[in-house]
């Protein structure tokens, strides 16, 4: 493993759900597996990548063989991801809450005759358009994904150009899809001038085919 193409490479991949509490005992949450994260994470070590992995709390477990930074919020994995920067790439396959609850209750909320909680929300930093905006120190590849459930190309296109990061991998996560949750992905990769459509395939299909495209990319810039 150690001497596959991506040796002595540093990545860094973000994934899984980010959750926000309400109280203690209640959260908000984006619905995603972390499946093609952690599917993108291991691609990446069988290249031979040291990976930084952190993780929301997903429902798959982290591949062997990476650093595991477990988080819970959008803020904590903000400041795992600049905590473990600088990187050769960063992978950013967290579905990551837009907003949080800002009046989070440090105790549980009770039912109180009917009278209803308000719940008021600050909007979330995103990490990926932080990261890809960094003028000092930023990741000389900065992937992103796009979840989008009609005009896919148009509006993952339009979200490279206002996040500012180097590649996104766009797919269509339309119900009847059953990609949400499923085993199988179909994406476009859409990068400065261009897009490739691939195939529909698994999820660690689309995996590898990234990380050989990583690989690609970080090496032709050494
Ligand atoms: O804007 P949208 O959530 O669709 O963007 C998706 C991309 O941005 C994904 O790569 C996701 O990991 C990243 N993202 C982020 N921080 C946020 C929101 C999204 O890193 N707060």
């Not at 759900?17 to 908000?28: G, K, S």
């Not at 600088?86 to 549980?108: E, G, I, L, N, Q």
């Amino acid at each position: 493993l150690s001497d596959g193409p991506l040796r002595g490479k540093r990545v860094l991949v973000t994934s899984g759900p980010t959750h926000e509490p309400i109280d203690p005992v209640r959260y908000i949450a984006n619905r995603s597996s972390g499946a093609q994260g952690t599917a993108v994470a291991k691609a990446l070590v069988e290249l031979g990548a040291e990976v930084v992995f952190v993780t929301g709390p997903a429902d798959v477990p982290p591949p062997v063989g990476v650093q595991v930074v477990a988080v819970e919020t959008a803020q904590q994995m903000k400041h795992a991801v600049e905590a473990n920067l600088p990187v050769d790439a960063a992978v950013f396959a967290a579905a990551v809450a837009d907003w949080r609850v800002s009046t989070a209750s440090m105790s549980k909320i009770k039912k109180q005759n009917g009278a209803l909680p308000v719940l008021e929300f600050a909007e979330n930093p995103d990490i990926l358009a932080a990261v890809s905006q960094m003028t000092v120190g930023r990741p000389p590849l900065v992937v992103g994904f796009a979840a989008e459930t009609d005009d896919v190309i148009a509006h993952a296109t339009a979200k490279r150009a206002r996040k500012g990061c180097d590649w996104i991998v766009a797919n269509d996560v339309s119900p009847e899809t059953g990609i949400m949750g499923g085993a199988e992905n179909a994406v476009t990769i859409i990068f400065e001038g261009g897009a490739d459509e691939w195939p529909r395939m698994t999820k660690d299909a689309v995996a590898q085919k990234l990380a050989e495209r990583i690989a690609s990319a970080i090496l032709d810039k050494d």
